[in-house]
C-alpha cells in the first residue's frame, strides 16, 4: 500500500480547468482573475484537500517564511536572558497567527557585518532587532527596508519600540527623593546600548533638582554585576542611601550586595530597579521598580514587519512606578 499523494497546484488547476498560473493567483490572492474562474478554483481546493505549501506561497507573495529576533550583546549569553524570551515568545505569538516561523539569533557587537548577513538569508520574511546600535541598523540592505523594525533604538527606514524608560526613572527617583533620601546612586546598563542613555539623564536631572551630585557606576542587566556594584558604591560613597538600577536583574543583585555587607534594606540603603520581573515581587524584601511592557512592545514591532505596517520614528510605550517594601 502506498500513501496517498499530497494534492498539488498542478492537480487544482487541471480540475478547475485553468492555466497554473490562474490557479496560483487565486490560490495567493496575488493578481488578477475572473470570478468564474475563482469559483472553479475554489472548488477544486476544497475538493483535492489542497494545503498551499509555505515556502512556495512565499517565493510567490515575496513574504518570507520566517521571522528573526536577531538579539545583539558581547557573547550569546545574551539570548539567556529574562527580557530576550519574552520578547522571542511574544513575536511567537505574532508570527504564528501568520503561518510564519520563528527564529533566534545571536548577533557579535563587535561585528555589525553580522546583521546584514542576516538580513540576506533565505526566507526571511521580517526582522526584529533587540539591543541595537544604529551602526548595525544602517547595514541592513535596503530591498528589506520596511520589514525591520528595531527594540530600542531606532534608524533611516526603521522603526522603533520601547518603553519609555526616562519618564519611568524620573519617577523613581522622584519617588526615593520623596521617601527623604538624598544620596541616590544609580547602576546603569551597557555604555554602548544607546537607549539607556535616557534613563541616565532622567537620573542625573532629578538629581540636580535636589541639590545633590550624581553617583554612577556602570552596568550591564546582569545580577553579578549589581552585587559588585552594591560593593562598589559602598565603598566610593559611604553615605548612600538608595542605590537604583536600570534593571531588576542588576537591582537583585545589588540586594544580595548589600546583605553582604551588613547593610539593612530599606532601613540603611533603599533599593529600586526597572523592569517589575516576576521575581521583583518574590524578593526579601519585595523590589521597588517601574514596569517594562515587553509584551507589548514586542508584539507591536512584530506585526510592523509582518505587516508591512507604514510607520516611522520611535514609538514609546509608558512605565509605571510599583510601591514595594525595598523602598
Not at 480540475?15 to 468564474?36: E, I, K, L, N, Y
Amino acid at each position: 500500500m502506498t500513501a496517498e499523494r499530497t494534492a498539488t497546484l498542478d492537480d487544482v488547476a487541471r480540475a478547475a480547468g485553468v492555466s497554473r498560473a490562474t490557479a496560483s493567483r487565486v490560490v495567493t490572492g496575488q493578481g488578477p482573475a475572473s470570478q468564474r474562474s475563482r469559483d472553479r478554483v475554489a472548488a477544486a481546493v476544497t475538493a483535492l484537500g489542497y494545503v498551499p505549501d509555505a515556502s512556495a506561497r512565499a517565493l510567490v507573495t515575496r513574504t518570507g517564511t520566517r521571522l528573526a529576533i536577531a538579539v545583539i550583546g558581547h557573547t550569546a549569553a545574551v539570548l539567556d536572558d529574562p527580557y530576550v524570551g519574552r520578547v522571542l515568545t511574544s513575536a511567537a505569538h505574532v508570527a504564528a497567527e501568520r503561518e510564519v516561523g520563528v527564529s533566534l539569533h545571536w548577533l557579535p557587537l563587535h561585528d555589525p557585518g553580522s546583521l546584514a548577513r542576516l538580513a540576506d538569508g533565505r526566507g526571511l520574511g521580517g526582522l526584529v532587532v533587540v539591543n541595537a546600535t544604529r551602526p548595525a541598523l544602517e547595514t541592513v540592505p535596503r530591498t528589506l527596508r520596511g520589514r525591520v523594525a528595531s527594540v530600542g533604538v531606532g534608524a533611516r527606514d526603521v522603526p522603533s519600540y520601547d518603553v519609555d524608560n526616562r519618564a519611568g526613572t524620573d519617577g523613581v527617583v522622584r519617588h526615593l527623593a520623596r521617601t527623604g533620601r538624598r544620596r541616590i546612586a544609580m547602576v546603569t546598563g551597557p555604555s554602548w546600548l544607546p537607549c539607556g542613555d535616557r534613563a541616565v539623564e532622567a537620573y542625573q536631572h532629578v538629581l540636580r533638582e535636589t541639590g545633590t551630585e550624581p553617583r554612577v557606576v556602570p552596568g550591564d542587566f546582569t545580577a553579578a554585576r549589581g552585587a559588585d556594584a552594591a560593593i562598589e558604591i559602598m565603598a566610593r560613597w559611604p553615605d548612600t542611601d538608595a542605590v537604583f538600577a536600570l534593571s531588576d536583574l542588576t537591582a537583585l543583585g545589588v540586594l544580595d550586595g548589600l546583605h553582604a555587607l551588613g547593610v539593612r534594606v530599606p532601613d540603611d540603603v533603599a533599593v529600586a530597579g526597572f523592569d517589575d520581573i516576576a521575581f521583583a515581587g518574590l524578593s526579601r524584601p519585595a523590589l521597588t521598580t517601574s514596569t517594562h511592557p515587553v509584551e507589548e512592545i514586542a508584539t507591536a514591532a512584530a506585526q510592523a514587519v509582518l505587516d508591512r505596517r507604514d510607520t516611522s520614528g520611535a514609538t514609546f510605550y509608558p512605565s509605571a512606578l510599583v510601591v514595594r517594601d525595598s523602598a
